[in-house]
């Protein structure tokens, strides 16, 4: 079992910049996977970064590539999500998740997920 906590979200101007953490507790050597997720109100909820957990090399979606970093501290447990140069369009509920079962890290199918932290951006 894996538990995860967001923290770090919040209102901001457009052009601001937020940081979100997720602290990650229990069976982590289970995690193949780790990503941020977003859901707007009404929309679906997409990936935005995605790493496979321990290792540097990060995905990320077309919308946030250039002014969102995704970081792991594989020391504290913890995932980080930069967010730099935020847009009005960047506001939503983010998710930290992680999974278990092996292949490609890029996909909805997370198997432990955070309760989210919403990010409001006004413009």
């Known amino acids: 079992q894996v538990h995860m906590v967001e923290s770090g979200g919040g209102s901001a101007q457009a052009g601001g910049s937020l940081r979100l953490s997720c602290a990650v507790s229990?069976?982590?050597?289970?995690?193949?996977?780790m990503a941020w997720f977003r859901q707007g109100s009404g929309k679906e909820r997409e990936v935005i970064a995605a790493?496979?957990?321990?290792?540097?090399?990060?995905l990320y979606a077309a919308s946030v590539r250039g002014r969102f970093t995704a970081s792991q501290d594989n020391a504290k447990n913890t995932l980080s999500l930069q967010m730099d140069n935020l847009k009005p369009e960047d506001t939503a509920m983010y998710y930290c998740?992680?999974?278990?079962?092996?292949?490609?890290?890029?996909?909805?199918?997370?198997?432990?997920w955070g309760q989210g932290t919403q990010v409001t951006v006004s413009s």
């Open positions: 229990g069976d982590t050597s289970s995690t193949v996977c």
């Open positions: 998740a992680a999974r278990i079962q092996g292949g490609n890290c890029w996909t909805t199918a997370y198997t432990y």
């Open positions: 790493m496979l957990t321990g290792m540097p090399t990060t």
